[in-house]
């Protein structure tokens, strides 16, 4: 069956510790990859996206995802994390065709420890 | 630009009651979506239309409907609203103009919490 698994459901990092997120896919083809932020009570915003070409994609904040056909992942990347971006994470697919549905990882919630 | 508008932001509902969320776009964009959103479980689609006139269920499309009579407005009907549709909705509409150039990516609306009591 299609899906995309984020397989953190939770993870907490110190400030300025690297981040690593993950995000996997199952799909026939190699879809539109996103990756999206969410603070509490606030709506999505897009931190990167990938289409095709480079495989390192950098995005806002200071985020990069890097796209691996062989293993179907699209994993988000930070080197040093900031207290404000503390918030919950969604990788998004979309299939590429006729209706475009972008279909969402269940998240995963990043605390950030001082 | 206003983008993508929802409304209302917030509201409460006794079980039985029906509404409307209303969504509205001003990118002329064809694609137009509605999500809901539960404490882990991500955003899950409930409908989307490719169009105005044409419309097809998503994952969660049960005790919901929708229509698309125009390329703007994109509706979500609860007809008997259930504790089990207490949520937050998002609508998003997409375009792809240039896929080879990555001129692609979806708008969403701020969302509406909508509480089933």
């Known amino acids: 069956a299609q899906s995309v698994t984020q397989p953190d459901i939770h993870i907490t990092v110190s400030e300025g510790a690297s981040l690593e997120l993950r995000c996997n896919y199952s799909?026939?083809?190699?879809?539109?990859l996103f990756w999206y932020v969410q603070s509490p009570g606030q709506g999505l915003q897009l931190l990167l996206k990938y289409f095709s070409g480079d495989t390192l994609v950098q995005g806002i904040k200071g985020f990069e995802a890097e796209f691996k056909r062989s293993q179907s992942s699209f994993n988000l990347r930070k080197p040093s994390v900031h207290w404000s971006d503390a918030a919950e994470y969604f990788c998004?697919?979309?299939?590429?065709?006729?209706?475009?549905?972008?279909?969402f990882g269940t998240g995963t919630l990043l605390a950030v420890q001082p | 630009n206003a983008g993508v508008t929802q409304t209302p932001k917030f509201r409460i509902l006794k079980i039985g009651q029906s509404m409307t969320l209303q969504c509205t776009q001003d990118?002329?964009?064809?694609?137009m979506y509605w999500y809901r959103q539960d404490p882990g479980m991500g955003l899950k689609l409930i409908y989307y239309?490719?169009?105005?006139?044409?419309?097809d269920k998503g994952e969660v499309p049960n005790g919901y409907n929708v229509s698309r009579s125009t390329t703007e407005d994109f509706p979500l009907r609860l007809e008997l609203a259930a504790p089990s549709q207490t949520s937050v909705y998002f609508c998003a509409s997409s375009y792809f103009r240039d896929n080879l150039k990555g001129n692609y990516g979806y708008t969403f609306g701020s969302g509406t919490r909508l509480t089933v009591v």
């Open positions: 998004a697919v979309a299939l590429r065709g006729a209706t475009n549905k972008l279909i």
């Open positions: 799909y026939g083809a190699t879809p539109y």
């Open positions: 990118m002329n964009h064809n694609y």
């Open positions: 239309s490719v169009g105005a006139g044409i419309t």
